[in-house]
């Protein structure tokens, strides 16, 4: 079965500063998706970005991108210029392409902004 | 744009009440799904769905049941509920047969057993 790890429970950043997620997988498949969701004290899931694994290109969504190392079976997420507004929970999430669209969530990482 | 739409968006019951959490889309979406949310133990996979009459288990499926009936709806039923389902519940739809596709999320259902 997959799993997905991420093991830093909370982290904190000064605004304006750049902070970096850790995230990783275990999978025996070649072809998947890897995605990052925020959810902000609203509770909303929000999806901030997406990488398909078959692309060695990493995403990137304005200040939001990610280094994706396939072999290393890591996916972490850096945050630029960190505004207050980025202040949540953060969760990693890996799909398989065939089969049903179930999505394996890590423990998630609370990220702190300090104005 | 409604999306997934879940309710109530909070409940208290009592230990051995029943109850059901509401699930509706209105995106066309085949896959819906259920997942419970618990510090430190991110996001788990209840019960899931690949069309109408169609349901299957996922990681946690133990005291609740689903069905699906229709193509927009996807309801989660509490049999009897136990303090170890508190949580927050979402509900979740996406396509299934289109690549690359995002799953859209309902705004949660925090449920507290007493």
Known sequence: AQTVTQSQPEMSVQEAETVTL?????????DYYLFWYKQPP????????????????????????????????????????????????????????QGAQKLVFGQGTRLTINP | NAGVTQTP??????????????????????????????????LRLIHYSVGA???DQGEVPNGYNVSR????????RLLSAAPSQTSVYFCASSYLRRTNTEAFFGQGTRLTVV
């Not at chain 1, 850790?22 to 070649?30: A, F, G, K, P, W």
């Not at chain 1, 972490?76 to 999430?93: E, H, N, P, R, V």
């Not at chain 2, 009936?69 to 989660?76: A, H, K, N």
Request: include cysteine; proline fraction near 2%.
């Open chain 1, 42 to 97: 609203s509770r909303q899931m929000i999806l901030v970005i997406r990488q398909e694994a078959y692309k060695q290109q990493n995403a990137t969504e304005n200040r939001f991108s990610v280094n994706f190392q396939k072999a290393a079976k890591s996916f972490s997420l850096k945050i630029s210029d960190s505004q207050l507004g980025d202040a949540a929970m953060y969760f990693c999430a890996y799909r398989a392409i």
């Open chain 2, 53 to 55: 009459g169609i349901t």
């Open chain 2, 9 to 42: 968006k909070f409940q208290v019951l009592k230990t051995g009440q029943s109850m059901t959490l509401q699930c509706a889309q209105d995106m066309n979406h085949e896959y819906m799904s259920w997942y419970r949310q618990d510090p430190g133990m991110g």
């Open chain 2, 69 to 76: 009936s229709t193509t927009e709806d996807f309801p989660l």
């Open chain 1, 22 to 30: 850790s995230c990783t997988y275990d999978t025996s498949e070649s």
